[in-house]
């Protein structure tokens, strides 16, 4: 209901965001039980972790929580997740306990991703992996071998589609989609978000109608960037197109080098079977349905979009 009730939020013409209808007041409600929700979720876990104590099987046990998404409530004008990568979408908790290994009621300063979890509970089990992983263990960090701010950083990516009409002339109007994907990338106080947009007939047999057009907008990048330490709400006028400043060029470069290797991953026949896989999981779990996530799934060699940031280094060479 708060996602969906027109009461809170109205569609925004053209696009799958929702618009604000909900009063100050009532806001504050729903966000009131939004943490209540977070307190029952707490007290629950509190149950199982008493309970391990119980039986005697806390040392042995490591348990992990932690959360794939937040949600915005009006903080940059939209409801909810899945459409952007501000931090109150993307800040989620981890937090651990194995008293046989980890320190009790610490609190970890560094960057740290979804993507280390893996790493980090090999790690931690004693288990030689048997492939390379795209996280690291955060294990290291703990353990204070690592200062908060070395060489560590977080991607992420959101893909969004919304119908649209085209025009072709001798045609008229088409019924097309139009896709955004958005990419950001945090390094220190440093977080660089780029996004690419374009649009297609949903027709396979219209295709070749687009192909210029397509192109043409798939090859237009925004990128900007914030210091979350001067601008920590990301407000509006926080982010800069300028790269000049010698420490978001470096992040920028060192999102390029990493975004590189990852694409070259992602292409690699043994993880095009595993997505294959994830994607089966995905749908069996009510996450992947209906005509526009075939689509996604269908242009996922789309997805895989040129490294960010050339046209801003080379400008600035």
Do not use: C, N
């Amino acid at each position: 209901a708060f996602l969906t009730s027109p009461k809170i939020a109205g569609p925004k013409q053209g696009t799958k965001a929702r618009e604000r209808r909900v009063s100050d007041r009532d806001l504050e409600h729903i966000m009131a039980l939004y943490e209540a929700e977070l307190s029952w979720t707490d007290a629950e876990v509190g149950r199982i972790l008493t309970r391990l104590d119980e039986l005697g099987l806390a040392e042995d046990t490591l348990v992990i929580v932690t959360s794939d998404h937040g949600d915005e409530f009006f903080e940059h004008g939209s409801i909810g997740h899945r459409r952007t990568l501000y931090e109150e979408v993307v800040q989620v908790p981890m937090v651990m306990r194995y008293p046989r290994r980890l320190p009790a009621g610490a609190a970890v300063d560094g960057l740290v991703s979804l993507v280390d979890l893996a790493a980090t509970i090999v790690d931690l089990a004693g288990i030689e992996p048997r492939a390379a992983s795209a996280g690291r263990s955060v294990v290291p960090l703990i353990d204070g071998e690592l200062e908060a701010g070395e060489a560590r950083s977080v991607l992420g990516r959101v893909v969004q589609s919304h119908p649209v009409v085209l025009r072709a002339e001798g045609h008229g109007q088409i019924a097309g989609t139009q896709f955004m994907v958005t990419d950001s990338f945090l390094r220190g106080p440093i977080k660089i978000t780029r996004s690419r947009s374009w649009a297609r007939p949903r027709e396979q047999g219209l295709a070749d109608l687009f192909v210029e057009s397509t192109r043409t907008q798939r090859a237009q990048e925004s990128i900007v960037w914030v210091d979350l330490e001067q601008h920590p709400d990301e407000g509006r006028g926080a982010y800069s197109h300028d790269f000049s400043d010698p420490g978001a060029r470096a992040a920028l470069e060192a999102f390029r080098e990493q975004y590189t290797k990852l694409t070259a991953r992602r292409m690699s026949p043994e993880v095009s079977k595993g997505r294959q896989r994830f994607t089966a999981m995905l749908r069996g779990l009510g996450y992947v349905d209906g005509e526009e996530d075939e689509d996604a799934e269908g242009l996922s060699e789309d997805y895989v979009l040129p490294p960010p940031g050339e046209h801003v280094l080379g400008a600035s060479r």
